[in-house]
């Protein structure tokens, strides 16, 4: 079938190149050309395992294209699928305007039946607004033509995003259109086969569903967070806690871990243009403020244990930072807590060792020649002249250090760990002070 597929980022690329490995022929549009020009020459702009030789495959058969030519994006594709960004707005809420602009292009180019589905995590009523704008595009042109609106949210997770896209857990079609069903079922027939995936239903639920599943995940982090906390002031280990619950199956194991607070570029936005969007409707969403109240708190944790540790003065001490992505086998650093805590320490006068496997390019794009901040070109590497070392992402090549190693090198010998990736027994045959999240050591 031919599909385009309109935003080349984390979800436009890996939607486009799993729908051509399995046969499809896909262009994939974008509005930044530098990116284009990168992916037409088989690089990958993103860190995502898998991508680079699924990309290159499609590239070589012939089933994958990348184009900034709008008019012969629209008429490509059956399917016109919208994975631009939505970030937020001033006020929280998702901001629309790129998700509205590839409406107004399909509608300024479309001259047969489209299928447009909206795959961006878009709050609900966007569907009717998409139309409306293809619409009056069409009506501009003084043209007639058939067309659809379909919600078909993504669900992939960065870092794992190929297996999420060919083996997803569910697939949700919200349509008010049972053709449109039936044609999606097609397309999406290869990722289907193993067990019944698709979920139909109508389009304000599947757009609700995407919301709710990200801040049902976000409610887990922040109350395991919040329950971390606790412990920290009563004296138990929240790592004990975590198996304690996660033992029974109403609860699990999945996303209760405590740590330095969720980043990434979704669960921080979505939390909060989901509770914008409960206000806009007079409705005050409480648990939605207290898991977005408790994050952001949740991200302060590491500065503030290492600022007291220090008396509150940071001037001059050397910090190895140890993971920048929001979480391992990502380059994303959007909304990272490892953001806010170099930011930190650098505004109160202390400097910055960072290092992190597939980051240090994202880094450098963000901060570039930020004074404070040096990057550095391996874990070793950052402890270099360090008085501590503190751990924000679980990266599998900080799990099991050189705690020997650590102890020579870090002067004031003590760990920071927003992870929680040690025992804290093990630290301390070498002489390392360990801090963590709802265990270990607390600083007085
Ligand atoms: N990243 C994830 O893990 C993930 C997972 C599920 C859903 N989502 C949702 O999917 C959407 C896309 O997220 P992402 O992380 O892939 O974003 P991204 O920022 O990585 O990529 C968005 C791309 O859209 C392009 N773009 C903007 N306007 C355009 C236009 N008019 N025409 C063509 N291209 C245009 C940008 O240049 C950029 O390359 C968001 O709504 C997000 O919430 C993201």
Known sequence: MNVTIFGSGYVGLVTGTCLAEVGNHVVCVDIDHDKIERLNNGEVPIYEPGLDELLKRGIEQGQLEFTTDLEKAVGHGLFQMIAVGTPP?????????????????????????????????????????????????????????????????????????????????????????PRTTELLRMLYTPFNRNHERIIAMDIPSAELTKYAANAMLATKISFMNEMANIAERVGADIEQVRQGIGSDHRIGFQFIYPGCGYGGSCFPKDVQALSRTAKAIGYDAKVLDAVEATNAQQKEKLFEKISKFYGGDLKGKVVALWGLSFK?????????????????????????????????????????????????????????????LAIVTEWKNFWSPDFGNLAEQLSDKAVFDGRNLYEPGALKPFGLRYFAIGRGEQVA
């Open 328 to 388: 391992p086998r990502t380059d994303d650093m959007r909304e990272a807590p490892s953001r806010t805590l170099l930011e930190r320490l650098i505004s109160k006068g202390a400097s910055v060792r960072a290092y992190d496997p597939v980051a240090m390019d994202e880094a450098r794009h963000i901060y570039g020649n930020q004074e404070g901040l040096q990057f550095c070109e391996s874990a070793d590497e950052a402890l270099l002249g360090a008085n501590a």
């Open 89 to 177: 707005g001033e006020d929280g809420s998702a901001d629309l305007q790129y998700v509205l602009a590839v409406a107004e292009s399909i509608g300024q180019h479309m001259n047969e039946y489209k299928i447009i589905v909206d795959k961006s995590t878009v709050p609900v009523g966007t569907a009717e607004q998409v139309r409306t704008k293809v619409k009056t595009a069409l009506e501009a042109r003084k043209v007639s033509v058939e067309f659809d609106v379909v919600s078909n949210p993504e669900f992939l997770k960065e870092g794992a995003a190929i297996d999420d896209f060919m083996k997803p857990d569910r697939i949700v079609i919200g349509t008010d259109n």
